[in-house]
């Protein structure tokens, strides 16, 4: 049944589930809360259990990677095996979601979306300080869990609301906040939706307590397996740029590339010869943050049916291969940009003509397994380059954009002023291809949803621009008020 919190305890990993709304508990072995978690260890083991529910498909082992591309312009679906076929067109109710997922193989499964991975995190604030253990490793947990929380807020709050300062017609409405476990009826509770204000607060927070907690890690290191200080000041910053927060999102975009070692030229990033390879390293050479998946992680088809390799590429025999470059994404590039070669050009078996298969998703680790970058370097050389210009500092903005240009195969640029903006986002269109950015980036700027071939663009004052909340969960909740236009 839906809208339920399971709480599970399987092996020596606790996972435990939240909803928004109402619950349900559904204990499967007999380990208890108070064995599995008597210490530090105890929630170290849940940590790890939030984690791995980042790597999902319904998230970012695909869904948060390859639908923004395809509901903007980045993405064209080649075959009509069905997936993405919605979204390519911006269909009605045909978005991102997140609120409650159901596995993409198996309509008939039940799974409380990201609620489930910030349940986790709560559980681990509310109980951690309670417990016996070592107060470094303690320290450690705690600031993962403010961060998986604020990462899960966050993009709650880019899919089902608008940024502050860009409601349309007023209308402010985020996403339910919960900041205290669930864990049975007695804690269950029905709760309206708070303003983008309020959760954009919330998550800031949490990114600042995670900073203060959090141990610090290096680039190209198995740091970036977890998260780090860097990669709390580095999604922090990114989250203050959504804000329009603009100096703060200068001044911690630069605590972050200190944090990593990356200096105001561009030292720290890949050069451009290594920069397609650096996408079949284990960690990517650039990651701030990364997913590491095992084979172990993966049931024997997954990485046939869903992974991004299958979706993206042919490297391996039966691949999906649904998935490829636009064609206004592939005529952007400029010459010399080595970002190009991110794209080869290949057959589709039993249709006529040239595809591209990327480069980026070739499951280096066999099988079609792979790591999941979710945050890079360059994003921080982007996000200051961004907030420098919105606070009318070109130089500063042209200094950043050529620190990154200069490790991707291109010269120095002398933009201003319009043309730098543009310059801006076109640059955070090709670094980021297939990586999940290019719908957040025009939505956040109130900009019109451009879109590639026959497809009409989206205006920003659309309806479809927000997700819609399931609709069983507005039934079940009368304090829930769903997006506008669809009721």
């Given at each position: 049944?839906?809208?339920?919190?399971?709480?599970?305890?399987?092996?020596?990993?606790l996972a435990?589930?939240?909803?928004?709304?109402?619950?349900?508990t559904?204990?499967?072995?007999?380990?208890?809360?108070d064995?599995?978690?008597?210490?530090?260890?105890?929630?170290q083991?849940?940590?790890y259990?939030?984690?791995?529910?980042?790597r999902?498909?319904?998230?970012y082992?695909?869904v948060?990677?390859?639908?923004?591309?395809?509901?903007?312009?980045?993405?064209k679906?080649i075959?009509?095996?069905?997936r993405?076929?919605?979204?390519?067109?911006?269909?009605d109710?045909?978005?991102?979601?997140?609120?409650?997922f159901?596995?993409?193989?198996?309509?008939?499964?039940?799974?409380?979306?990201v609620?489930?991975?910030?349940?986790?995190?709560n559980?681990?604030?509310?109980?951690?300080?309670?417990v016996?253990?070592?107060?470094?490793?303690?320290?450690?947990?705690?600031?993962e869990?403010?961060?998986?929380?604020?990462?899960?807020?966050?993009?709650?709050?880019?899919?089902?609301?608008?940024?502050?300062?860009?409601?349309?017609?007023?209308?402010?409405?985020?996403?339910?906040?919960?900041?205290?476990p669930?864990?049975?009826?007695?804690?269950?509770?029905?709760?309206?939706r708070?303003?983008n204000?309020e959760?954009?607060?919330?998550?800031?927070?949490?990114?600042?307590d995670?900073?203060?907690?959090?141990?610090?890690?290096?680039?190209?290191?198995?740091?970036?397996?977890?998260?780090?200080?860097?990669?709390?000041?580095?999604?922090?910053?990114?989250?203050?740029?959504?804000?329009?927060n603009?100096?703060?999102?200068?001044?911690?975009?630069s605590?972050?590339m200190?944090?990593?070692?990356?200096?105001?030229?561009?030292?720290?990033?890949?050069?451009?010869?290594?920069?397609?390879?650096?996408?079949?390293?284990?960690?990517?050479?650039?990651?701030?943050?990364?997913?590491?998946?095992?084979?172990?992680?993966w049931?024997?088809?997954?990485g046939?049916?869903?992974?991004?390799?299958?979706?993206?590429s042919n490297?391996?025999?039966?691949?999906?291969?649904?998935?490829?470059?636009s064609?206004?994404?592939?005529?952007?590039?400029?010459?010399?940009?080595?970002?190009?070669?991110?794209?080869a050009?290949?057959?589709?078996?039993?249709?006529?003509?040239?595809?591209?298969?990327?480069?980026?998703?070739?499951?280096?680790?066999?099988?079609?397994?792979e790591?999941?970058?979710?945050?890079?370097?360059?994003e921080?050389?982007?996000?200051?380059?961004?907030?420098?210009?919105?606070?009318?500092n070109e130089?500063?903005?042209r200094?950043?954009?050529?620190?990154?240009?200069?490790?991707r195969?291109l010269?120095?640029?002398?933009?201003?002023?319009?043309?730098?903006?543009?310059?801006?986002?076109?640059?955070?269109r090709?670094?980021?291809?297939?990586?999940?950015?290019?719908?957040?980036?025009?939505?956040?700027?109130?900009?019109?949803?451009?879109?590639s071939?026959s497809?009409?663009?989206?205006p920003?004052?659309?309806?479809?621009?927000?997700?819609?909340?399931?609709?069983d969960?507005?039934?079940?909740?009368?304090?829930?008020?769903n997006?506008?236009?669809?009721?």
């Amino acid at each position: 049944m839906k809208n339920i919190i399971k709480i599970l305890f399987v092996g020596s990993a606790l996972a435990m589930g939240a909803c928004s709304d109402l619950l349900d508990t559904e204990p499967r072995q007999s380990l208890t809360p108070d064995t599995a978690l008597a210490d530090v260890e105890g929630y170290q083991s849940l940590a790890y259990s939030m984690y791995g529910r980042t790597r999902g498909f319904d998230y970012y082992g695909q869904v948060m990677l390859v639908a923004p591309d395809v509901l903007a312009d980045n993405l064209k679906v080649i075959a009509n095996t069905g997936r993405y076929i919605g979204e390519e067109a911006n269909a009605d109710r045909k978005h991102i979601n997140l609120w409650e997922f159901t596995e993409i193989d198996d309509a008939s499964d039940n799974n409380p979306g990201v609620y489930a991975s910030i349940n986790d995190a709560n559980i681990i604030i509310a109980g951690i300080d309670d417990v016996e253990g070592d107060d470094n490793l303690r320290n450690r947990v705690k600031g993962e869990a403010y961060f998986i929380r604020a990462l899960n807020y966050f993009d709650l709050a880019r899919v089902y609301g608008y940024e502050p300062g860009q409601e349309v017609n007023g209308f402010d409405l985020s996403v339910i906040l919960r900041t205290t476990p669930t864990l049975g009826l007695s804690s269950a509770d029905f709760r309206a939706r708070s303003t983008n204000d309020e959760v954009y607060a919330q998550i800031v927070s949490d990114l600042n307590d995670a900073i203060d907690l959090l141990p610090s890690a290096s680039l190209g290191t198995t740091g970036v397996y977890r998260a780090s200080k860097g990669a709390a000041q580095a999604l922090l910053a990114r989250v203050y740029l959504y804000m329009a927060n603009y100096s703060e999102a200068e001044t911690m975009a630069s605590n972050a590339m200190v944090s990593f070692g990356l200096t105001n030229n561009g030292s720290g990033l890949m050069e451009a010869e290594d920069y397609v390879a650096g996408f079949s390293t284990a960690p990517n050479p650039e990651s701030l943050f990364e997913v590491e998946i095992r084979s172990q992680d993966w049931l024997s088809t997954d990485g046939l049916n869903n992974s991004m390799c299958s979706l993206l590429s042919n490297v391996y025999t039966g691949a999906q291969f649904i998935l490829t470059v636009s064609d206004d994404l592939l005529a952007s590039y400029e010459a010399g940009d080595v970002r190009l070669d991110t794209w080869a050009a290949t057959v589709r078996e039993g249709t006529a003509g040239t595809f591209y298969r990327s480069n980026k998703w070739l499951g280096h680790k066999g099988d079609f397994l792979e790591n999941l970058p979710i945050m890079r370097a360059s994003e921080l050389y982007l996000i200051r380059a961004e907030a420098r210009y919105k606070t009318s500092n070109e130089v500063g903005a042209r200094a950043d954009l050529n620190a990154l240009r200069s490790k991707r195969g291109l010269g120095n640029t002398a933009a201003s002023g319009t043309a730098l903006m543009e310059l801006i986002m076109h640059e955070n269109r090709v670094e980021f291809a297939t990586e999940g950015h290019r719908w957040f980036d025009l939505k956040r700027n109130g900009m019109t949803i451009t879109k590639s071939g026959s497809f009409e663009p989206v205006p920003y004052t659309d309806y479809r621009i927000l997700s819609p909340i399931p609709q069983d969960e507005i039934i079940l909740n009368e304090l829930l008020e769903n997006n506008p236009q669809y009721n």
